[in-house]
């Protein structure tokens, strides 16, 4: 089954502690991206990467790094984790050619204290 | 001005209304548009792409107004599986670097 598998599901973690969320796609799509939703607010981009080894910031990347060493892999990682990172995270991936046509993961919802 | 704005509701509509909603932009650059669908607390799932000519699939119907710069989306003959929040999605950089409202809810009431 196509899919993009994010993990955890839910994270609750202390400020400081290092943490990864984990994603992974199996459709060999090119493109992968890192989103948050805040209530009130849309989707924003963290980060996102065109293909292997090429990653560029989005709308609010700070506090955030990830890493695209293999196709199918973008894990998002927050080396010092802060409250105001508390938030609905989204992984999603889309063929280069298809630009805006999105397919995202089942979410992680990560709880800073 | 948020780049890309929207009503949040709700739209409280009994089953079987037709409903619209619309989403305004602020950069006119912007080229490709589009309609998600997101049920709480869940992924956003794409309901469709907006073309400059419009499009249409099945019941829902949405039009793109490149003059006013807005977007909007039609719901004929709503259904209790339509209740969800509406997202749209604008490009103005690149279909990469996308700009999301925050959605507009709808519930459908039998």
């Known amino acids: 089954e196509a899919q993009v598998t994010q993990n955890p599901r839910y994270l609750i973690t202390v400020t400081g502690k290092k943490l990864t969320v984990t994603c992974s796609q199996n459709m060999n799509h090119e493109y992968m991206s890192w989103y948050r939703q805040d209530p009130g607010l849309g989707l924003r981009q963290i980060y996102y990467s065109m293909n292997v080894e090429v990653t560029d910031k989005g709308d609010v990347p700070e506090g955030y790094k990830v890493s695209r060493k293999e196709k199918r892999n973008f894990p998002l990682i927050l080396e010092s984790p802060s409250p105001n990172q508390t938030s609905l995270y989204f992984c999603?991936?889309?063929?280069?050619?298809?630009?805006?046509?999105?397919?995202f993961g089942s979410g992680t919802q990560l709880s800073v204290l | 001005r948020k780049e890309v704005e929207q009503d949040p509701g709700p739209f409280n509509v009994p089953e079987g209304a037709t409903v619209a909603f619309n989403c305004t932009y602020s950069?006119?650059?912007?080229?490709?548009f589009f309609w998600y669908r997101q049920d709480c607390r869940k992924e956003p799932k794409l309901l469709m792409s907006?073309?400059?000519?419009?499009n249409e699939d099945g019941r829902f119907t949405a039009q793109l107004n490149r003059a006013s710069q807005y977007i909007s989306l039609l719901i004929r003959d709503s259904k209790l599986s339509d209740s969800a929040t509406y997202l749209c999605?604008?490009?103005?950089?690149?279909?990469?670097?996308?700009?999301w409202g925050a959605g507009t809810k709808l519930i459908i009431k039998p």
């Open positions: 950069n006119s650059a912007s080229q490709s």
């Open positions: 907006v073309y400059s000519s419009g």
């Open positions: 999603a991936s889309s063929p280069s050619i298809e630009g805006g046509k999105l397919f």
């Open positions: 999605v604008a490009s103005p950089y690149s279909n990469y670097q996308l700009i």
